[in-house]
């Protein structure tokens, strides 16, 4: 078979006035960025707004392995299911970091004949919008490092008569706001800012990855760029002396960093191998961040379709949960239904039994005590009210009889239903069963609910998501994370949902707790809040939000030949 690099460069791909065409939108309402991509103007919304909106269908997975579930190829092979049935559809997705693009797996646009086009230009760089991100972020930390001098040097009264500006008083062990790049680079984790001759006053701080900035939040969760420019605004930068907010409004940035983001907020429009459109807006890792693609992608597409296939990040006690609590929340737009991701090889890994035998080697021991992984997913799914249609991702390596056994189980689970996926293989015509059958769950009668409400206190939220989002016992703050919930209660910010970040690589905070744990005891270690975005990040356990460079980076793979081909992308 060919690699998902020569499948790409082969296809022959549509103008993308043709495929804005195809999903109900005008030329006029596009900015090109060349032949196969463009913004789409925000403008479009008012002229769609009267349309009734499609069925919104989430893709998530079980809890990820090293092997990859798929869960992007699902999306996209779903996607061009759904097309090849006569339905009219779109995906909306996220835009790959280039952190995990270098780092752990190479490309995110998909694989083999499930792909967005071109994925080269998908996965570096695409319209831009992430890098807008970071230059928007890096803005704010150096104005709040800039003003922190210039009082510190002038001294209060001077400086307002130099500038005609009140102090801020910013208190140096209190500055909340850290950097952000698009790379995994574990040495600025932490730093100290400030130092030399006049660069003062010296204090710690960091960098995070881009994807986990609260503007990218903030970009997936805008209805409009005056919402953009409000929710810049209420940022909470730093606390000053007496301990009371300084935001980005006060610290009057917070309109130069909207102007860096206004063709940013447009989401950008590509298309599958098999011509249908897809949206991208905002970005991923639902382990550190919000990792849902945007509402206004989804508001577009949903208004132009009959049925919308977006992808939350990482599995569903991840990016399904945040979709949920944070992204419907915001958007009133709930999920008509969901598709679970999994493949044989991933219940075995997240079996917990070591073994010799290779992973794509069959195994009944393995693969039933793994199943425990994939059936508290669908039970997680089915909680919120959603029917649930799991997808098994199938490998070249997998025997028919594990198939079988995995689907006969499924069935005798909460799930919808259950239905093979060779998408990957051979494109359109591989999901059209799954296509089908999830056309089936998202018209049949559904009762979407929340996990929790906002006027719960805040340490009782933190324990219901603990108990019944992951199947702990409970929580235990640390003294830092118990002292920051006093002055989120104290300040006003209580009252927000949770986006937790914790370890993807386990339903609990530890990654060596494989299959579906209980009993354990969630360490919050941080609590994180996030005004412009609307909710509190909370730290559990050693998760940290700048990822590093693994011992074989997935950049000693790429390279670019002598007529400007990238290669090792996939």
């Given at each position: 078979?060919?690699?998902?690099?020569?499948?790409?460069?082969?296809?022959?791909?549509?103008?993308?006035?043709?495929?804005?065409?195809?999903?109900?939108?005008?030329?006029?309402?596009?900015?090109?960025?060349?032949?196969?991509?463009?913004?789409?103007?925000?403008?479009?919304?008012?002229?769609?707004?009267?349309?009734?909106?499609?069925?919104?269908?989430?893709?998530?997975?079980?809890?990820?392995?090293?092997?990859?579930?798929?869960?992007?190829?699902?999306?996209?092979?779903?996607?061009?299911?759904?097309?090849?049935?006569?339905?009219?559809?779109?995906?909306?997705?996220?835009?790959?970091?280039?952190?995990?693009?270098?780092?752990?797996?190479?490309?995110?646009?998909?694989?083999?004949?499930?792909?967005?086009?071109?994925?080269?230009?998908?996965?570096?760089?695409?319209?831009?919008?992430?890098?807008?991100?970071?230059?928007?972020?890096?803005?704010?930390?150096?104005?709040?490092?800039?003003?922190?001098?210039?009082?510190?040097?002038?001294?209060?009264?001077?400086?307002?008569?130099?500038?005609?500006?009140?102090?801020?008083?910013?208190?140096?062990?209190?500055?909340?706001?850290?950097?952000?790049?698009?790379?995994?680079?574990?040495?600025?984790?932490?730093?100290?800012?400030?130092?030399?001759?006049?660069?003062?006053?010296?204090?710690?701080?960091?960098?995070?990855?881009?994807?986990?900035?609260?503007?990218?939040?903030?970009?997936a969760l805008s209805r409009s760029l005056a919402d953009l420019r409000q929710r810049m605004g209420r940022i909470l930068l730093a606390l000053d002396k007496a301990g009371n907010p300084i935001t980005a409004e006060q610290l009057g940035v917070a309109g130069a960093m909207t102007a860096i983001m206004t063709e940013a907020i447009q989401p950008t429009l590509m298309q599958t191998l098999s011509g249908a459109p897809a949206l991208v807006h905002a970005g991923p890792f639902a382990n550190i961040a919000h990792g849902n693609s945007s509402i206004l992608a989804d508001e577009i597409a949903l208004r132009c379709c009959d049925y919308v296939v977006t992808e939350a990040g990482f599995g569903s006690d991840m990016g399904f949960e945040k979709f949920s609590n944070i992204k419907v929340r915001e958007s009133g737009d709930a999920p008509a239904a969901a598709v679970l991701v999994t493949t044989l090889k991933a219940l075995k890994?997240?079996?917990?039994?070591?073994?010799?035998?290779?992973?794509?080697?069959?195994?009944?021991?393995?693969?039933?005590?793994?199943?425990?992984?994939?059936?508290?997913?669908?039970?997680?799914?089915?909680?919120?009210?959603?029917?649930?249609?799991?997808?098994?991702?199938?490998?070249?390596?997998?025997?028919e009889e594990e198939l079988q056994w995995l689907k006969q189980k499924v069935m005798q689970s909460a799930a919808f239903g259950c239905e093979l996926s060779n998408a990957f293989a051979e494109g359109p015509q591989g999901a059209i069963e799954l296509a089908r059958t999830v056309v089936q769950a998202a018209n049949s009668p559904s009762d979407f609910k929340l996990l929790y409400q906002l006027d719960t206190p805040l340490e009782a939220r933190l324990n219901r998501l603990a108990v019944d989002g992951y199947g702990a016992a409970g929580i235990s703050l640390s003294a830092k994370a118990r002292e920051q919930l006093q002055t989120l209660e104290a300040l006003g910010y209580d009252k927000l949902p949770l986006c937790m970040a914790k370890t993807p690589m386990s339903i609990s905070h530890d990654p060596l707790l494989k299959g579906a744990p209980s009993g354990f005891t969630i360490p919050v270690t941080e609590l994180q809040p996030n005004a412009g975005a609307g909710f509190i990040t909370v730290l559990m356990g050693s998760v940290m939000t700048m990822p590093g460079l693994g011992l074989k980076p997935a950049y000693l793979n790429i390279d670019v030949d002598a007529d400007g081909n990238i290669t090792g992308l996939a």
């Amino acid at each position: 078979m060919l690699t998902d690099t020569e499948i790409s460069r082969q296809a022959s791909l549509q103008p993308i006035t043709v495929i804005a065409e195809k999903l109900g939108l005008r030329a006029d309402e596009l900015t090109a960025y060349g032949a196969a991509k463009a913004k789409i103007h925000l403008s479009s919304l008012r002229r769609l707004n009267d349309r009734p909106k499609g069925k919104l269908i989430i893709v998530t997975a079980v809890t990820p392995t090293p092997f990859g579930e798929g869960k992007t190829v699902t999306t996209i092979g779903l996607t061009q299911s759904l097309h090849a049935i006569g339905k009219h559809v779109a995906a909306c997705i996220r835009q790959p970091s280039m952190g995990p693009v270098f780092g752990v797996k190479g490309g995110a646009a998909g694989g083999g004949y499930a792909q967005v086009v071109p994925m080269d230009e998908l996965n570096l760089h695409l319209t831009g919008d992430i890098h807008a991100v970071t230059s928007a972020h890096n803005l704010a930390a150096a104005a709040l490092d800039s003003r922190l001098h210039h009082e510190t040097r002038l001294g209060a009264e001077n400086f307002t008569a130099q500038t005609g500006l009140q102090p801020l008083h910013i208190d140096p062990e209190h500055i909340l706001w850290k950097r952000v790049m698009d790379h995994n680079d574990r040495a600025l984790r932490q730093i100290t800012t400030g130092l030399g001759h006049n660069n003062g006053p010296v204090h710690d701080s960091g960098f995070d990855i881009t994807a986990a900035s609260e503007l990218m939040a903030i970009l997936a969760l805008s209805r409009s760029l005056a919402d953009l420019r409000q929710r810049m605004g209420r940022i909470l930068l730093a606390l000053d002396k007496a301990g009371n907010p300084i935001t980005a409004e006060q610290l009057g940035v917070a309109g130069a960093m909207t102007a860096i983001m206004t063709e940013a907020i447009q989401p950008t429009l590509m298309q599958t191998l098999s011509g249908a459109p897809a949206l991208v807006h905002a970005g991923p890792f639902a382990n550190i961040a919000h990792g849902n693609s945007s509402i206004l992608a989804d508001e577009i597409a949903l208004r132009c379709c009959d049925y919308v296939v977006t992808e939350a990040g990482f599995g569903s006690d991840m990016g399904f949960e945040k979709f949920s609590n944070i992204k419907v929340r915001e958007s009133g737009d709930a999920p008509a239904a969901a598709v679970l991701v999994t493949t044989l090889k991933a219940l075995k890994a997240n079996s917990g039994i070591a073994s010799e035998t290779a992973i794509t080697a069959p195994d009944a021991e393995r693969l039933a005590a793994g199943y425990a992984n994939l059936e508290w997913h669908i039970n997680n799914v089915s909680r919120y009210g959603v029917p649930v249609v799991v997808a098994i991702n199938r490998f070249p390596t997998d025997t028919e009889e594990e198939l079988q056994w995995l689907k006969q189980k499924v069935m005798q689970s909460a799930a919808f239903g259950c239905e093979l996926s060779n998408a990957f293989a051979e494109g359109p015509q591989g999901a059209i069963e799954l296509a089908r059958t999830v056309v089936q769950a998202a018209n049949s009668p559904s009762d979407f609910k929340l996990l929790y409400q906002l006027d719960t206190p805040l340490e009782a939220r933190l324990n219901r998501l603990a108990v019944d989002g992951y199947g702990a016992a409970g929580i235990s703050l640390s003294a830092k994370a118990r002292e920051q919930l006093q002055t989120l209660e104290a300040l006003g910010y209580d009252k927000l949902p949770l986006c937790m970040a914790k370890t993807p690589m386990s339903i609990s905070h530890d990654p060596l707790l494989k299959g579906a744990p209980s009993g354990f005891t969630i360490p919050v270690t941080e609590l994180q809040p996030n005004a412009g975005a609307g909710f509190i990040t909370v730290l559990m356990g050693s998760v940290m939000t700048m990822p590093g460079l693994g011992l074989k980076p997935a950049y000693l793979n790429i390279d670019v030949d002598a007529d400007g081909n990238i290669t090792g992308l996939a």
